[in-house]
């Protein structure tokens, strides 16, 4: 089965400062990645998706971006973080069976 | 476009009573649908899917749910709840299989003594 490592699992960071989170996957190839972003009483925001190398789709307009500069690692950044940036961000892969898998999530406090 | 909701924010029920939890989504092809559990401080857990097939579709937990294609719906039952059921519930849709995966707002499901 699939496993996903995220990291940092915490980050504290003053605004106007940039971002990366990183995430990778293992035991599958050429996976479906996505990001999302949890916030009290709304769920998960999907954030961006990806089915392939280089291949990104925003769900959202926002201060952040995605890359995908390998076939299992997805990238989280942005150049500048807001103050709304703040929030609980989970790496996803799309396994067999077409079950969701996610990873432990990276808790980003913007100050 | 692929929308979820769940029509309840939060659902007290007292232990050993049945539940359920509503979900419908909108969307204008087939779907494959999901419900998904986050124990507190803990990660995201399937508790079950529907892709095809038997429309009525067993879990883990003893928790089980029915599509009904016609009504857009897929209501997540148990017959009994426990304690260690308190937790967030969250119901996702997906039109394909290479496709965007969409959450619902969630469902706290709190168990009362």
């Known amino acids: 089965s699939q496993t996903i490592h995220q990291w940092p699992a915490t980050l504290v960071q003053p605004v106007g400062s940039p971002l990366s989170l990183e995430c990778t996957v293992e035991?599958?190839?050429?996976?479906?990645l996505y990001w999302y972003r949890q916030a009290a009483g709304r769920g998960l925001q999907l954030l961006f998706y990806?089915?392939?190398?280089?291949?990104i789709s925003s769900e959202v307009p926002q201060n952040l971006s995605a890359s995908r500069p390998q076939d299992r690692q997805f990238i989280l950044s942005s150049k500048k973080l807001l103050l709304s940036d703040s929030g609980f961000y989970l790496c996803?892969?799309?396994?067999?069976?077409?079950?969701?898998?996610f990873g432990e999530g990276s808790w980003l406090t913007v100050v | 476009a692929q929308s979820v909701t769940q029509l309840d924010s939060q659902v007290p029920v007292f232990e050993e009573a049945p539940v359920e939890l509503r979900c419908n989504y909108s969307?204008?092809?087939?779907?494959?649908l999901f419900w998904y559990v986050q124990y507190p401080n803990q990660g995201l857990q399937l508790l079950l899917k529907?892709?095809?097939?038997?429309?009525l579709v067993k879990g883990i937990n003893g928790f089980e749910a029915e599509f009904n294609k016609s009504q857009t719906s897929f209501h997540l039952r148990k017959p009994s709840v426990h304690i260690s059921d308190t937790a967030e519930y969250f119901c996702?849709?997906?039109?394909?299989?290479?496709?965007?995966?969409?959450f619902g707002p969630g469902t706290s499901l709190s168990v009362i003594p």
């Open positions: 996803a892969c799309r396994g067999p069976g077409n079950t969701i898998y």
């Open positions: 035991g599958t190839s050429n996976p479906n």
């Open positions: 990806s089915v392939g190398i280089g291949q």
């Open positions: 969307s204008s092809v087939s779907v494959y």
């Open positions: 529907y892709l095809s097939g038997s429309t």
């Open positions: 996702a849709v997906s039109e394909t299989s290479y496709d965007k995966v969409i």
